[in-house]
């Protein structure tokens, strides 16, 4: 059995779908850039919300510019990461940029 790790870059709202391949422990880290007062841009609202097989396991906090949760897996689980935001400083197209890091183990 091969370990599981993967790097996905989005940028926008957006959800970021990916089926894990093996059971085991997992983590999923999100690090993001959001619009901030000091950039003209107003404060961001961007929560991030992590769903396992359609339901949430992990919901962050507004505004944040980051979050990581660890899981178990079952083989073929599915994990989405929703990023999502109804203030209009996130509404623009590319205003929010990141990177889900998803990996087997802890």
Do not use: H, W
Not at 3 to 9: C, D, H, P, R
Not at 32 to 45: E, R
Not at 55 to 63: C, K
């Amino acid at each position: 059995m091969t370990s599981f790790n993967t790097n996905i870059a989005f940028a926008g709202l957006c959800t970021v779908t990916t089926i894990v391949p093996n059971a085991g422990p997992y983590f999923c880290e999100v690090k993001m850039s959001l619009p901030t007062i000091t950039n003209g841009g107003g404060q961001s609202s961007a929560l991030v919300t992590v769903n396992q097989n359609g339901s949430p396991i992990y919901t962050g906090l507004a505004g944040a510019e980051g979050a990581r949760v660890d899981m178990l897996c079952a083989a073929a689980d599915t994990i989405a990461v929703v990023i999502s935001s109804s203030a209009a400083p996130d509404q623009p197209i590319n205003v929010i940029k990141g990177v889900i890091a998803l990996a087997q183990g802890v």
